[in-house]
């Protein structure tokens, strides 16, 4: 019991002199402002009066919020035409990839497992090559011409090609492929 008693007397002294130091602290503070602000008064003039804080308006949400929406248009704007010149400085395609009359475009590609992929390339206008493609390098498989060639880009143009289809394409030209024996 007397250990509680000591400690509660230890920490009410403690806590008054906090006070105490506190409050003289305080009082020095203010004794220093009060200074400074007699200094400025004089050196003003005896005419001076301070400004009432009573004239300070909040700013009009409305405006806030037009201002931003402004800004953040006139951003997007600017990021638009950053990616329209973007993408007219670095067109890789020929001039002619708009009509499908480049010269080279990849139809297809498949993945047939452990870095080797067959592609399905356009060559000109009718001519069209299977490459394969394995960690030692790229082969021409075979070549379509003609008929054949016209089929197969109608059907690469007109409508997007399935997982399926192609599959077929590739198993009829491997089959083609085999009967040449290459």
């Known amino acids: ?11 009410a002294l403690t806590i008054a002199f906090a006070q105490d130091t506190l409050s003289a602290a305080a009082k020095n503070d203010s004794l220093i402002a ?11 003039g005896t005419d ?21 929406a402004i800004g953040l248009g006139v951003i997007l704007v600017l990021l638009y035409v950053l990616y329209y010149l973007t993408k007219k400085i670095r067109k890789v395609e020929s001039p002619g990839a708009n009509n499908n009359q480049s010269v080279i475009q990849l139809l297809d590609s498949k993945f ?4 080797k992929n067959i592609f ?7 001519r069209i090559l299977v490459v394969g493609a ?12 003609g008929e054949e060639a016209k089929l197969l880009l109608e059907t690469y ?3 997007p090609v399935t997982a399926a289809q192609f599959s ?15």
């Open 112 to 115: 047939l497992g452990a870095g």
């Open 34 to 44: 009060a200074q400074k602000f007699e200094a400025t008064k004089q050196t003003l």
């Open 157 to 159: 143009n007109s409508k």
């Open 48 to 68: 001076y009066q301070p400004v009432p804080l009573t004239s300070y308006q909040p700013p009009d949400i409305g405006k806030v919020v037009s201002r931003m």
């Open 168 to 182: 077929a394409t590739v198993d009829h030209l491997l089959r083609r492929f085999k009967k040449e024996g290459g």
């Open 1 to 11: 019991m007397k250990i509680i008693l000591k400690i509660l007397l230890i920490g």
């Open 120 to 126: 399905l390339i356009k060559a000109g206008l009718e």
């Open 134 to 145: 394995s960690q030692e390098g790229m082969r021409t498989l075979t070549e379509i011409q």
